[in-house]
């Protein structure tokens, strides 16, 4: 009851000296014109001929350019990407990221990388799977699901290739059961 006889009276929040909204309306500065009006009505159509013309030549131009999701500077195919719990190397750990298995052609030759990279997306390591590459099941302890793995990183100071041995800890026995086909897959691709 107290409300409605504020509201009546012109105070509380929307009305009087100390309300809490007083003033002017946000749009009362504004004067409405011809020019305005026009400008609104007719901001998304050409008014001539000759501006449609432009509008056409303008959208056949953008259709004949080359659409940048069709051209691909990278060879590679990701055949296996999956997050692990660790990745270790014998240079140190690496932590929780994901790990891809990458197969490409390029001038005629066939590759296969092996690619860890961080939960940012930073590559942390590269590798090569060749022919003379293993893989074999570390120990089986209670609650880790592990694979070592031996890969071949190319040392970008020296320039010489060098065996890398890796211990990869999986989250779940599957993705360590498609890693094991894909690892045999990449190998077939060689």
């Given at each position: 009851?107290?409300?409605?006889?504020?509201?009546?009276?012109?105070?509380?929040?929307?009305?009087?000296t100390?309300?809490?909204?007083?003033?002017?309306?946000?749009?009362?500065?504004i004067?409405?014109?011809?020019?305005?009006?026009?400008?609104?009505?007719?901001?998304?159509?050409?008014?001539?001929?000759?501006?449609k013309?432009?509008?056409?030549?303008?959208?056949?131009?953008?259709?004949?350019?080359?659409?940048?999701?069709?051209i691909?500077?990278?060879p590679?195919?990701?055949?296996?990407?999956?997050?692990?719990?660790?990745?270790?190397?014998?240079a140190?750990?690496?932590?929780?990221?994901?790990?891809?298995?990458?197969?490409?052609?390029k001038?005629?030759?066939?590759?296969?990388?092996?690619?860890?990279?961080?939960?940012?997306?930073?590559?942390?390591?590269?590798?090569?799977?060749?022919?003379?590459?293993?893989?074999?099941?570390?120990?089986?302890?209670?609650?880790?699901?592990?694979?070592?793995?031996?890969?071949?990183?190319?040392?970008?100071?020296?320039?010489?290739?060098?065996?890398?041995?890796?211990?990869?800890?999986?989250?779940?026995?599957?993705?360590?059961?498609?890693?094991?086909?894909?690892?045999?897959?990449?190998?077939?691709?060689l």
């Amino acid at each position: 009851a107290d409300t409605e006889n504020k509201a009546k009276s012109g105070t509380g929040l929307f009305g009087g000296t100390s309300s809490l909204f007083k003033g002017k309306s946000l749009f009362s500065g504004i004067k409405s014109t011809e020019s305005n009006k026009n400008s609104f009505i007719n901001s998304g159509k050409a008014a001539t001929k000759k501006e449609k013309e432009e509008e056409k030549d303008q959208e056949k131009k953008e259709d004949t350019k080359p659409s940048f999701a069709a051209i691909s500077k990278d060879p590679y195919t990701k055949i296996f990407n999956k997050q692990v719990e660790k990745f270790r190397t014998k240079a140190g750990d690496k932590g929780n990221g994901h790990l891809s298995v990458e197969t490409g052609e390029k001038d005629g030759k066939k590759f296969v990388l092996f690619n860890f990279r961080n939960p940012i997306g930073k590559t942390l390591f590269t590798g090569q799977i060749v022919e003379a590459c293993k893989k074999h099941k570390a120990l089986d302890k209670p609650g880790k699901i592990q694979i070592k793995v031996v890969v071949i990183e190319k040392d970008m100071k020296t320039g010489n290739l060098t065996p890398m041995p890796s211990l990869i800890s999986f989250n779940r026995t599957d993705d360590l059961k498609e890693f094991n086909e894909k690892w045999d897959e990449a190998k077939k691709f060689l």
